[in-house]
């Protein structure tokens, strides 16, 4: 059965929010200045796909570092809606 749903892109994405996330939640530097934490796991996905050209058996596509970008989107999302939501 062959399926042409991408979900290497869904597991970049959700593991890259799940990180976010727990950037944002975790770590009160983050919670002010939640777009370093955007910063920071964006250029750790950078850096992962350029090992990623080395590495015999992987390969490296922007795609997936458009999958890890989204995902920190979701995930610096989900943990400010989550942290404003306790506030109130």
Request: hydrophobic share 50%.
């Amino acid at each position: 059965m062959s399926s042409n749903l991408p979900i290497d892109k869904f597991v970049h994405a959700s593991l890259f929010a799940v990180c976010a996330a727990l950037f944002v939640r975790g770590w009160t530097t983050f919670r002010e200045r939640w777009w370093l934490a955007c910063v920071v796991l964006i250029l750790y996905g950078v850096v992962t796909e350029l090992v990623q050209q080395v590495v015999p058996g992987r390969s490296a596509t922007p795609g997936d570092l458009v999958a890890d970008g989204v995902g920190v989107m979701i995930g610096v999302g989900a943990a400010l809606l989550y942290l404003n939501g306790r506030r109130q």
